[in-house]
């Protein structure tokens, strides 16, 4: 039998090679609509033996890569939202004006990001296979809200994410014109707008990003889609431009997931997709009712707690996920307030 040789495809630089590819660039969001690498085949204790020290260190890097990128589960809200989105995309193709958007809303932690970015990958992807030669085509746009938002800022986020200049002394009409030429001239369908809640109608600059993104929605032909925290409870649909809002746009709320079947097939999809020596399948399933206790059945809590588990499962030894390494992983405040008194004590033991 040969010696298994370095990990195909796998190097200490593949994060590297990453860095600062976002979402929110056109460069990042192609990498991300891409086919996700192949993960690295588990190697049998003897065959890992075999391996040179450089050949560990590259396999091991590959697998710490491969629990480090997010998994993506075609949960109820996702596939709601796909199909909510398409069937927009479709009713606003032939329409003049008052197109038809989404909001996706909920707490933090509920899958909202997941949710429109999902919906964006699947535009794209049709979007060529339907135009398989062009490739003058941007048929997805994905911008973030930034805190404090003026106006020309979220003007900059979309002139950003197209690649055009944006210069001190650009100003706003400037920037407007040419997101919105580039937009129709590439024929751009799909206008994703995350963090919304960062913008505030009752002050001046609020209005104004408010103002900015209604009249690209009315000069750019494409669907746009909003996703941002606990958007129904905040002023954004209150008042003469919430009502503006409110009146365009469907509301899909997130919310965290209850106890039963789709969240214990959450937690063994996840399990199914680990990468670890010594870890004994079912491991998980037998504590995803504790899994549910820990996070307050919030997805970005669970996916953070089994991933970070089986991070600190390689770079410890240990090969495998328990309930205590799972305890040892720090979740963020909102799954831990989310927990009730008998569920934080459940999960202190």
């Known amino acids: 039998m040969t010696e298994p ?7 200490l630089e593949t994060v590297d090679d990453e860095a600062g590819l976002h979402l929110t660039t056109r460069q990042g969001w192609r990498r991300f609509t891409a086919d996700p690498p192949p993960p690295p ?10 391996l040179s020290e450089l050949d560990q260190e590259v396999y091991d890097e590959a697998r710490l890569d491969h629990h ?3 998994l993506v589960v075609a949960t109820s809200t996702v596939r709601h939202t796909v199909t909510c989105g398409r069937r927009l995309v479709l009713l606003n193709r032939h329409a003049i004006s008052a197109r038809r958007g989404l909001i996706v809303s909920g707490p933090a932690g509920t899958g909202k990001t997941i949710a429109i970015t999902q919906l964006g990958r699947s535009h794209e992807l049709l979007d060529r296979a339907r135009h398989p ?3 003058d085509r941007i048929p997805v746009v994905y911008i973030t809200v930034p805190p404090a938002a003026t106006a020309r ?3 900059a986020e979309f002139a950003r994410f197209l690649g ?3 210069r001190r002394t650009s100003n706003i009409t400037d920037l407007i014109e040419a997101v919105v030429g580039v937009c129709t001239d590439t024929r751009t369908g799909l206008i994703l707008v995350d963090e919304l809640h960062n913008i505030s109608l009752t002050s001046r600059h ?3 990003v408010a103002d900015t993104l209604k009249y690209f929605s009315e000069r750019i032909p494409a669907t746009f889609i909003y996703a941002g925290i606990d958007i129904e409870h905040s002023n954004l649909l209150s008042g003469t431009r919430g009502a503006q809002i409110a009146g365009r746009f469907t509301l899909i709320p997130t919310h965290p997931f ?8 959450l937690v063994a999809t996840l399990e199914q997709t680990l990468l670890l020596h010594e870890h004994q399948r079912g491991t998980l399933t037998a504590l995803d009712r504790y899994l549910h206790d820990r996070t307050g059945g919030m997805i970005g809590a669970l996916s953070h707690a089994i991933r970070g588990a089986a991070i600190d499962a390689i770079l410890t030894g240990t090969e495998k996920i328990t309930k205590k390494s799972l305890a040892a992983i720090p979740l963020d405040h909102t799954a831990q307030t989310t927990s009730s008194p008998a569920r934080a004590a459940v999960t202190r033991r």
Not at 5 to 11: D, K, N, R, S, V
Request: proline residues 10%; positive net charge.
């Open 68 to 70: 480090a990128r997010l």
């Open 153 to 155: 800022m979220v003007a």
């Open 164 to 166: 055009l200049p944006v």
């Open 41 to 50: 085949r588990l190697l049998t204790p003897k065959e890992y033996a075999a």
């Open 133 to 135: 030669h062009v490739r």
């Open 206 to 208: 609020g209005a104004e």
């Open 258 to 265: 209850p106890y039963g079947t789709e969240w214990k097939g």
């Open 5 to 11: 040789g370095p990990i195909a495809g796998a190097t």
